[in-house]
């Protein structure tokens, strides 16, 4: 099985937070699409692929800056050239505010069955403070006219520790975000990047973050109450009602294989013999150009050996809740994670962080606390 992300890198304006590859949308917009379409048809005899596709996903960027025809004219192209499975998890990304009822309609009608909105936080004055283009109740007609549109299936994309934010802000969010019941909530700290209008500006103490243990507090506070109104965490900042984990996600947290199309996409596959992973330009004029003249916009494609791809395993799978099935690990390395890595193995165990479960490689809540350090012992 093979998943597929469609990376649309535009967007209406940059967030102050954000290093995503994206960029205010421009001309190069028009002539995007056709260049995805024939990425994707070029790419079928020239990249290992295993099928069938049990999920693709548009990601950005905001997909939803482009018209909703050329997301299905890219959807039809990768259905026609990829055999999706007939039930397969067709995700698009979406900024509220960059989508109407009637693109909702079209998408829906064309085998888009799931939808992740971009919310961030209910605040109002916190979505200026990140440069986020809408309001609360611009997010709010989003979500219903999704809903009214026949999307049975909703992300809702949240971030804490922001500029000003309390712990009552952030539950504040959280419980208005549950009182919707959307099926799936993301819930990621806010990583302050370096040459972001963002950084510059706390560097210059013209905005403050909460300190460390206040993020540590308010994401302790969200955990417990994101369960108390029934959303599981099944990855480290991933929560869901119960069967409506995202499917694409899982692929990367697995590693399993993923070919990516667009500016900036990333793949991971099995070549030959060696596990590869290889990305796209990150230049839209590069990328363009080469698809016009008939070549692939690969920039890097890096072999990753057995340990490295033992490592991989590791650093993705414990992520998950339930971490990574021993019986699959011992299928496709020929060894447990006892052998492949003893002293890893062992300090994970003293240190009280492996979960007593029997059948698979998982780590406690605590452990999870301390997921960076765990995984710096297997390497
Ligand atoms: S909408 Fe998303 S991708 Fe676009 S600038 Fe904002 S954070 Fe970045």
């Keep these: ?102 693109d909702f309609v079209k998408l829906r009608a064309a085998g888009f069955n799931r939808l992740s909105l971009g919310l961030q936080s209910a605040d109002d004055r916190l979505l200026k403070a990140l440069g986020r283009i809408h309001t609360y109740e611009q997010f709010l007609t989003a979500y219903g006219a999704a809903r009214d549109a026949g999307f049975q299936n909703i992300n809702v994309d949240l971030m804490h520790g922001l500029p000003g934010q309390t712990q009552a802000d952030y539950l504040d969010t ?60 099944y990855e480290v900042s991933n929560f869901a009602k119960p069967g409506r984990e995202c499917r694409h996600n899982l692929i990367y947290w697995n590693d399993e294989p993923y070919l990516g199309f667009g500016v900036a996409a990333h793949s991971s596959a099995r070549g030959k013999g060696d596990w590869l992973r290889w990305s796209n330009t990150e230049s839209i004029a590069t990328y363009l150009k080469k698809l016009q003249r008939g070549k692939l916009p690969t920039a890097e494609t890096l072999h990753i050996d057995k340990k490295e791809e033992m490592f991989e395993v590791i650093m993705l799978g414990l992520r998950k809740v339930k971490g990574i099935p021993r019986q699959a690990f011992l299928d496709r390395f020929g060894l447990s994670m006892e052998k492949a890595f003893p002293e890893a193995w062992l300090t994970v165990q003293a240190n009280g962080w492996w979960a007593d479960d029997h059948a698979r490689y998982a780590l406690t809540p605590q452990g999870m606390d301390h997921l960076n350090t765990a995984l710096c012992y297997f390497r």
Aim: glycine content about 8%; overall charge negative.
């Design 1 to 102: 099985m093979t998943g597929v992300y469609v990376h649309i890198p535009y967007c209406v304006k940059k967030c102050a937070y954000c290093d995503f590859c994206s960029v205010p949308r421009d001309a190069s917009i028009d002539q995007y699409p056709d260049a995805l379409c024939r990425e994707i048809e070029l790419s079928r005899d020239r990249l290992p692929y295993e099928g069938p596709v049990p999920s693709v996903f548009f990601g950005g960027g905001t997909p939803t800056v482009l018209p909703a025809e050329a997301l299905i004219r890219v959807l039809d192209t990768v259905r026609r050239t990829y055999d999706l499975l007939p039930n397969a998890e067709i995700t698009t990304e979406c900024n509220p505010g960059t989508a109407s009822y009637a």
């Design 174 to 233: 959280l419980q208005k975000v549950c009182d919707l019941g959307p099926e799936h909530i993301s819930a990621y700290a806010l990583i302050l990047e370096g040459g972001t209008p963002l950084y510059t500006r706390v560097r210059e103490g013209e905005v403050a973050l909460p300190d460390e243990d206040a993020v540590a507090d308010m994401e302790d506070a969200g955990m417990a109450y994101l369960k108390e109104r029934g959303y599981a965490r």
